[in-house]
């Protein structure tokens, strides 16, 4: 039977937490509450977060359509991507994903694989090749050549993950439920009941769509998805800069 991961089934005090070191669950890890709340393991990014504001992935620059240094050979346990404008530390990519394609129209022998590990990368003086690690038990599965071969590389979107700006630049990912200091690990709410900070000059009504703020970072508003992400739905009427309860739908 194949070695699944498990989602942690968690007491009220749990979401709470934060820790200043790795925890002994990987970034992403679901854990789910008696009453269906549903809350993602998270670290922060380099500035502190408030509790009850919405929060989003870290907005990656130029990890897309990288050129493959070497052959992705069937079997290969590591992908070699040319990472020349956008570095990384040493395991940053872990637990985000790589996909690697044949350029063409359309694209072929694409897929997609979970990242374990990967080298550092630097600015100047040594590597500009991302080498990334595959999860374990994980092979690529077609070979790629290096003509005409790309990639492309994704941080986990619950790893540094910052305070939404109005408007949202990035994929909006939970909410927090105490402060958490910059650089360390805690729980972001995906799903279920919680406060959040309300839009300032905000109103709207029970059941309403709840969509992100566009004046105040951290918050959400009664809204149209068709202009800003859909986060979920209104418990009660939402009031400028009060906490509203809201009923997440992130996932």
């Known amino acids: 039977m194949s070695d699944f991961p498990q989602t942690i089934y968690g007491n009220e005090s749990e979401p709470y937490q934060t820790f200043a070191t790795a925890p002994r669950w990987d970034i992403g890890t679901k854990l789910e509450t008696a009453d269906g709340r549903v809350f993602r393991g998270t670290l ?59 350029d063409a129209d359309p694209a072929t022998e694409a897929q997609v694989f979970r990242i374990w590990s990967n080298n550092v990368t630097v600015t100047s003086g040594g590597t500009t090749t991302a080498t990334l690690v595959l999860w374990p038990g994980l092979k690529v599965l077609e070979a790629v ?41 805690g729980w972001l709410q995906t799903r279920g009941i919680i406060a959040v900070k309300a839009d300032n000059g905000d109103t709207g009504t029970v059941g309403d769509r709840i969509t992100v703020g566009t004046t105040d970072a951290g918050s959400i508003k009664d809204g149209d998805q068709t202009v800003t992400t859909l986060v979920g739905f209104s418990l009660q009427a939402t009031v400028g800069d009060d906490n509203s309860f809201v009923v997440l739908g992130l996932e």
């Open 145 to 185: 050549p290096i003509a005409s071969g790309l990639g492309s590389i994704v941080i986990n979107p619950f790893s540094q993950v910052i305070v939404c700006p109005a408007g949202a630049t990035a994929l909006p990912v939970g909410v927090t439920t105490v402060n958490i200091t910059a650089d360390y690990y």
């Open 44 to 102: 922060n990014g380099g500035t502190g977060l408030e509790s009850q504001v919405l929060c989003q992935s870290k907005i990656d620059a130029t990890m897309d359509a990288l050129a493959l240094q070497t052959k992705a050979s069937v079997d290969d346990r590591s992908i070699k991507l040319t990472n020349a404008t956008t570095f990384l530390s040493l395991n940053e990519a872990k637990g985000g994903y790589v996909a690697i394609w044949l």
